[in-house]
């Protein structure tokens, strides 16, 4: 049987090829296994020979990623050389479902860059998501607060270079850096929980600094390698509306316009609580449901 490696040319076009993130940040394509092709073809020897009269390539990868099949898709691995700071990688590392080799500060020096902000890039605390960010703050505090971290960071690198000079062992020296140092990985994940990846960390609530490396993971280096695997990605999970068993609920209430009986399944529920003045206060399954519902022409009533 003669066989040939599956590969992807747009892919091949970018092959080591620099991609900026943040300020000091990049994201490149090592290497890769397999394409659109590779994901039918293991779909295809489960049962044969048949799907292939019932539809083509681009059909099946759409099915298997409406109807979650997503072993076929585990069969494309891509390895990638990112640069990113320390808190954002924290959040990176905690899929764990990639392999990974990070740059080691007890064998090498610290990369001595530092991921500083703008001033119009600091944002204040969410009020509706403890874990979030509101609003940018006033140009005139983010100015202070900018000029503040590069002191910081010069200190803190100064007293880094100082404790690296005087003996002290690269392990020690460098507990005190600050998490917006930068660090370099190789990661290589499989398409599977590579879109997974995407699928949480390019949507609008996560964090501004890991969603640019994903942004820029899936609209740059995924969209050319599986072209067909990215256009039903972004139509059945990236871009779909999916609505709970709760929010079923209230939906059909309100499409018939409703809203009284909304707002009291909305209570029984607990997406809305009645406060001592009459006035109700949304909770978090309320807030969820209400960014919904102008992509179904509704508005919530709350």
């Keep these: 049987m003669e066989l040939s490696r599956a590969t992807s040319p747009a892919l091949d076009a970018i092959l080591g090829k620099t991609f900026k993130v943040l300020d000091d940040g990049f994201v490149r394509v090592v290497d890769y296994m397999g394409n659109d092709t590779s994901i039918v073809q293991a779909a295809r020897v489960s049962y044969g020979d048949g799907t292939k009269k019932g539809s083509d390539d681009e059909h099946l990868i759409r099915y298997l990623m409406r109807h979650l099949h997503t072993t076929p898709f585990e069969m494309c691995e891509l390895k990638l050389h990112v640069r990113a700071p320390m808190d954002v990688w924290r959040q990176w590392v905690r899929h764990r479902t990639a392999s990974i080799n990070e740059y080691s500060t007890r064998y090498s020096l610290a990369i001595d860059a530092a991921r500083e902000l703008a001033p119009d890039e600091w944002r204040a605390q969410s009020t509706t998501n403890r874990q979030g960010s509101g609003e940018a703050l006033p140009p005139d505090v983010g100015a202070a607060l900018t000029a503040e971290e590069k002191e910081f960071h010069a200190a803190a690198r100064a007293l ?18 600050p998490l917006a140092t930068y660090t370099e ?44 695997a990215w256009k039903a990605f972004v139509d059945y999970r990236l871009e779909a509306l999916s609505l709970t068993a709760p929010e079923q609920r209230i939906v059909p209430l309100l499409a018939r316009g409703d809203a009284a009986a909304a707002v009291d399944a909305a209570l029984s529920l607990g997406f809305v609580r009645r406060q001592d003045d009459g006035s109700l206060k949304v909770l978090r399954e309320g807030a969820e449901l209400a960014a919904k519902l102008p992509a179904l022409g509704l508005s919530a009533p709350w």
Excluded: T
Excluded at 160 to 177: F, M, P, T
Excluded at 191 to 207: D, E, S, T
């Design 160 to 177: 880094y270079e100082k404790r690296i000079e005087a003996g002290v062992s690269r392990e020690i020296a460098r507990k005190d850096l």
């Design 185 to 228: 990985a190789y990661w290589k994940c499989n398409l599977k929980n590579l879109l997974h990846f995407l699928a949480l960390r390019m949507p609008g609530a996560a964090q501004y600094e890991i969603r640019a490396y994903a942004e820029l993971i899936g609209r740059e280096i995924v969209s050319r390698w599986v072209p067909a």
